[in-house]
Protein backbone atom coordinates (compact mmCIF):
# COMPACT_ATOMS: atom_id res chain seq x y z
CA UNK A 1 0.00 0.00 0.00
CA UNK A 2 1.79 2.99 -0.70
CA UNK A 3 0.89 5.89 1.30
CA UNK A 4 1.30 9.76 0.70
CA UNK A 5 2.13 11.25 4.04
CA UNK A 6 1.95 14.55 4.68
CA UNK A 7 5.57 16.22 3.30
CA UNK A 8 6.07 18.74 6.43
CA UNK A 9 4.47 16.49 8.90
CA UNK A 10 4.85 12.60 8.08
CA UNK A 11 1.25 12.16 9.23
CA UNK A 12 -1.51 10.95 7.39
CA UNK A 13 -5.27 11.27 8.96
CA UNK A 14 -7.02 7.98 9.75
CA UNK A 15 -10.68 7.79 9.54
CA UNK A 16 -12.12 4.96 11.96
CA UNK A 17 -15.43 3.11 11.12
CA UNK A 18 -16.89 0.04 12.76
CA UNK A 19 -16.31 -2.94 10.67
CA UNK A 20 -19.71 -4.34 11.19
CA UNK A 21 -22.10 -1.52 11.26
CA UNK A 22 -20.38 1.07 8.96
CA UNK A 23 -20.04 3.99 11.74
CA UNK A 24 -17.57 6.11 11.62
CA UNK A 25 -16.00 6.70 15.21
CA UNK A 26 -13.13 8.89 15.44
CA UNK A 27 -10.46 10.54 13.66
CA UNK A 28 -6.60 10.05 14.48
CA UNK A 29 -3.37 10.36 12.74
CA UNK A 30 -1.08 8.42 12.09
CA UNK A 31 2.70 8.08 10.85
CA UNK A 32 4.74 5.31 8.93
CA UNK A 33 5.59 4.08 12.46
CA UNK A 34 2.37 3.80 13.91
CA UNK A 35 0.76 2.53 10.60
CA UNK A 36 3.54 -0.70 11.37
CA UNK A 37 2.42 -1.13 14.58
CA UNK A 38 -1.03 -1.27 13.87
CA UNK A 39 -0.58 -3.78 11.32
CA UNK A 40 1.94 -5.78 13.63
CA UNK A 41 -0.22 -5.79 16.67
CA UNK A 42 -3.69 -5.04 14.85
CA UNK A 43 -4.74 -2.53 17.55
CA UNK A 44 -4.82 0.55 16.39
CA UNK A 45 -2.02 2.99 17.12
CA UNK A 46 -2.08 6.61 16.04
CA UNK A 47 0.59 9.54 16.81
CA UNK A 48 -0.26 11.62 19.17
CA UNK A 49 0.20 15.53 17.60
CA UNK A 50 -0.23 16.85 21.44
CA UNK A 51 2.08 14.58 22.69
CA UNK A 52 4.27 13.88 20.19
CA UNK A 53 4.23 10.17 20.38
CA UNK A 54 2.71 7.18 19.45
CA UNK A 55 -0.35 5.50 21.66
CA UNK A 56 -2.34 2.70 21.14
CA UNK A 57 -6.38 3.68 21.26
CA UNK A 58 -6.93 1.57 24.21
CA UNK A 59 -3.37 1.56 26.15
CA UNK A 60 -5.17 3.08 29.54
CA UNK A 61 -8.34 2.66 28.85
CA UNK A 62 -8.95 -1.00 27.71
CA UNK A 63 -11.08 0.66 24.96
CA UNK A 64 -8.57 -1.02 22.03
CA UNK A 65 -9.84 -0.90 18.04
CA UNK A 66 -9.45 -4.17 17.00
CA UNK A 67 -7.99 -3.97 13.30
CA UNK A 68 -10.57 -5.79 10.33
CA UNK A 69 -8.68 -3.93 7.62
CA UNK A 70 -7.07 -0.70 5.76
CA UNK A 71 -7.25 1.15 2.86
CA UNK A 72 -6.10 4.22 1.92
CA UNK A 73 -8.01 6.69 -0.87
CA UNK A 74 -7.67 7.48 -4.64
CA UNK A 75 -4.73 9.82 -3.67
CA UNK A 76 -3.28 7.68 -0.86
CA UNK A 77 -3.48 10.65 1.29
CA UNK A 78 -6.07 9.47 3.68
CA UNK A 79 -6.69 6.23 5.46
CA UNK A 80 -9.79 4.15 6.22
CA UNK A 81 -9.25 2.16 8.87
CA UNK A 82 -11.86 -0.75 9.86
CA UNK A 83 -12.25 -2.05 13.14
CA UNK A 84 -13.77 -3.61 15.45
CA UNK A 85 -14.45 -1.34 18.66
CA UNK A 86 -13.87 -2.97 22.43
CA UNK A 87 -16.15 -0.16 24.71
CA UNK A 88 -16.69 2.96 23.98
CA UNK A 89 -14.43 4.43 21.34
CA UNK A 90 -14.44 8.47 22.72
CA UNK A 91 -12.59 9.53 25.53
CA UNK A 92 -15.12 10.92 27.35
CA UNK A 93 -16.85 7.83 27.29
CA UNK A 94 -19.19 7.94 24.13
CA UNK A 95 -19.40 5.49 21.31
CA UNK A 96 -18.51 7.92 19.07
CA UNK A 97 -16.04 10.85 18.97
CA UNK A 98 -19.39 12.88 17.94
CA UNK A 99 -21.09 11.53 20.83
CA UNK A 100 -23.50 8.95 18.53
CA UNK A 101 -24.53 5.76 19.11
CA UNK A 102 -22.79 3.18 17.58
CA UNK A 103 -25.55 0.99 16.27
CA UNK A 104 -26.46 -0.20 13.22
CA UNK A 105 -28.98 1.36 10.66
CA UNK A 106 -30.57 0.37 8.11
CA UNK A 107 -31.55 3.64 6.04
CA UNK A 108 -35.24 3.98 4.80
CA UNK A 109 -36.10 0.76 6.99
CA UNK A 110 -35.10 2.67 10.14
CA UNK A 111 -36.76 5.65 9.45
CA UNK A 112 -40.11 3.32 8.59
CA UNK A 113 -39.35 1.57 11.84
CA UNK A 114 -39.87 4.59 13.65
CA UNK A 115 -43.23 5.90 11.90
CA UNK A 116 -44.58 2.33 12.74
CA UNK A 117 -43.51 3.10 16.53
CA UNK A 118 -44.93 6.58 16.24
CA UNK A 119 -48.01 5.39 14.67
CA UNK A 120 -48.51 2.62 17.63
CA UNK A 121 -47.47 5.08 20.79
CA UNK A 122 -49.81 7.98 19.32
CA UNK A 123 -52.77 5.93 17.20
CA UNK A 124 -55.30 7.93 15.26
CA UNK A 125 -58.20 6.76 13.42
CA UNK A 126 -56.74 7.19 10.33
CA UNK A 127 -53.52 5.59 10.77
CA UNK A 128 -53.86 1.70 9.41
CA UNK A 129 -50.50 0.77 11.46
CA UNK A 130 -52.72 1.94 14.52
CA UNK A 131 -55.79 0.27 13.19
CA UNK A 132 -53.46 -3.26 12.84
CA UNK A 133 -51.86 -2.93 16.45
CA UNK A 134 -55.44 -1.97 17.77
CA UNK A 135 -56.57 -5.71 15.98
CA UNK A 136 -53.89 -7.54 18.07
CA UNK A 137 -51.27 -9.94 17.00
CA UNK A 138 -53.18 -12.87 15.40
CA UNK A 139 -54.32 -10.06 12.97
CA UNK A 140 -50.56 -8.51 12.66
CA UNK A 141 -49.55 -11.98 11.99
CA UNK A 142 -52.26 -12.95 9.39
CA UNK A 143 -51.29 -10.23 7.31
CA UNK A 144 -47.70 -11.23 7.44
CA UNK A 145 -48.92 -14.65 6.17
CA UNK A 146 -51.43 -13.32 3.46
CA UNK A 147 -48.74 -10.81 1.88
CA UNK A 148 -45.94 -13.92 1.85
CA UNK A 149 -48.06 -16.23 -0.39
CA UNK A 150 -48.70 -13.08 -2.27
CA UNK A 151 -45.51 -12.81 -2.79
CA UNK A 152 -45.21 -16.21 -3.51
CA UNK A 153 -47.28 -15.97 -6.26
CA UNK A 154 -46.35 -13.25 -7.81
CA UNK A 155 -42.45 -14.62 -7.83
CA UNK A 156 -43.94 -17.55 -10.23
CA UNK A 157 -44.94 -14.71 -12.68
CA UNK A 158 -42.94 -12.11 -14.70
CA UNK A 159 -44.61 -8.92 -13.63
CA UNK A 160 -41.57 -7.22 -11.61
CA UNK A 161 -43.98 -4.48 -10.73
CA UNK A 162 -46.33 -6.48 -8.68
CA UNK A 163 -43.57 -8.93 -7.73
CA UNK A 164 -41.66 -5.77 -5.63
CA UNK A 165 -44.80 -4.16 -4.71
CA UNK A 166 -45.90 -7.34 -2.88
CA UNK A 167 -42.38 -7.93 -1.41
CA UNK A 168 -42.42 -4.31 0.16
CA UNK A 169 -45.88 -4.83 1.81
CA UNK A 170 -44.58 -8.07 3.31
CA UNK A 171 -41.13 -6.37 4.59
CA UNK A 172 -43.97 -3.39 5.76
CA UNK A 173 -46.08 -5.79 7.57
CA UNK A 174 -43.03 -7.90 9.12
CA UNK A 175 -41.99 -4.79 10.79
CA UNK A 176 -44.90 -4.37 12.06
CA UNK A 177 -44.71 -7.79 13.37
CA UNK A 178 -41.52 -7.35 14.88
CA UNK A 179 -42.48 -4.15 16.68
CA UNK A 180 -45.87 -5.96 18.12
CA UNK A 181 -43.44 -9.24 19.48
CA UNK A 182 -41.12 -6.01 21.08
CA UNK A 183 -38.48 -6.74 18.36
CA UNK A 184 -36.80 -4.24 15.80
CA UNK A 185 -34.18 -5.53 12.48
CA UNK A 186 -31.40 -5.15 15.24
CA UNK A 187 -32.11 -8.04 16.83
CA UNK A 188 -32.76 -10.30 13.34
CA UNK A 189 -29.50 -8.75 12.46
CA UNK A 190 -28.24 -10.16 15.66
CA UNK A 191 -29.49 -13.47 15.18
CA UNK A 192 -27.83 -13.68 11.75
CA UNK A 193 -24.87 -12.78 13.01
CA UNK A 194 -24.25 -15.25 15.60
CA UNK A 195 -25.25 -17.60 13.08
CA UNK A 196 -22.70 -16.50 10.54
CA UNK A 197 -19.61 -17.20 13.08
Same mark, same amino acid.
Given at each position: MKINFDKKTELVPAIVQDARTKNVLMLGYMNQEAFDRTIATKKV %? =? =? +?? +?????? %??? #? #? +??? =??HLEGIKNDCDGDSLLVSVSPEGPTCHKGTDTCWAETNSSQFGFLSTLENVIKSRRENPSEKSYVASLFEKGINKIAQKVGEEAVEVVIEAKDNDEKLFLDESADLLFHYLILLQAKGYTLKDIE????NRHK
Open positions: %T =F =F +SR +SKQRLW %TKG #E #E +SGN =FLQVLI
